[in-house]
């Protein structure tokens, strides 16, 4: 009986490598994280928008398509129904989104996705709804209903969001993500300063995005935080609040000093 499963879990095992997977996201970071978690499980390539989604569906077969839904050239709603109006592939599609409200869950299924992933990804929960769509499971996913913010702890850094990184890549990888991230930031909230002398709120709105969305999966709560409140004084076009947050936050000192 042992020896039995022993040869199942094998089998499964190598069932699982020989799937490949389609990541499709604009965010360099998010990519990166994406690629070392998945290449622990099965094959996979990389894409940066949906039009090279579409170029890479052409020639090559993928077993699930992991697609962001902000991007640019072509967001991930459109290149979803391009693949399926034009049958360039019939795996399982799973959105990739910050949205969190469940009418917006319930619009991406509707839609025609096969299912959603909200980021901030969780290292673990990720690579468990993987293996449930590379088996062809694509039931949706148990995610609390409520908005992220309220789930998330005040810590600075959830050192158990560290861990579960780390108990998937090497310390040395999630120290590059950590650097890569601090970089990122860097670039990004200089660039918003210099959005500021051309009032251009859209694209601070942008910019906090990508913070948010890259301070969430890996634990900067603080940092999470901040940003999406950043991001939603943009959103709404309220200029003198933005400025006034965006610098009582000291924002370019935020970053270096609480991680």
């Not at 490598?17 to 970071?29: E, H, Q, T, W």
Request: hydrophobic fraction near 40%; aromatic fraction near 8%.
């Amino acid at each position: 009986m042992v020896s039995l499963l022993r040869r199942k879990s094998k089998i499964q095992t190598y069932q699982m490598k020989s799937k490949r997977v389609l990541i499709v996201d604009d965010n360099d970071l998010n990519r990166k994280l994406f690629e070392n978690l998945i290449g622990q499980l099965c094959c996979f390539k990389s894409v940066k928008n949906g039009l090279e989604a579409l170029d890479i569906l052409k020639v090559e077969n993928f077993d699930l398509i992991l697609m962001d839904i902000q991007m640019p050239q072509m967001d991930g709603m459109t290149a979803m129904k391009q693949i399926k109006v034009s049958k360039l592939s019939e795996s399982p599609i799973i959105a990739v989104t910050a949205f969190a409200e469940l009418e917006d869950k319930n619009n991406f299924l509707d839609q025609g996705f096969d299912d959603f992933i909200v980021k901030p990804i969780r290292p673990r929960e990720f690579i468990e709804s993987i293996k449930d769509a590379l088996n062809r499971n694509t039931s949706p996913s148990n995610t609390k209903d409520e908005p992220i913010s309220e789930t998330l702890s005040d810590l600075v850094l959830d050192v158990q969001v560290v861990k579960q990184l780390m108990k998937y890549n090497s310390t040395e990888i999630i120290k590059n993500v950590y650097l890569d991230f601090l970089n990122e930031c860097e670039k990004l909230v200089e660039e918003s300063q210099n959005s500021f002398s051309t009032s251009d709120l859209q694209a601070i709105e942008d910019h906090l995005h990508i913070i948010k969305g890259n301070s969430g999966t890996l634990g900067a709560n603080k940092i999470f935080k901040l940003s999406q409140k950043g991001e939603l004084l943009a959103k709404n076009s309220n200029w003198g609040e933005t400025k006034k947050f965006f610098n009582s936050c000291k924002m370019k000192f935020l970053f270096s000093e609480n991680i």
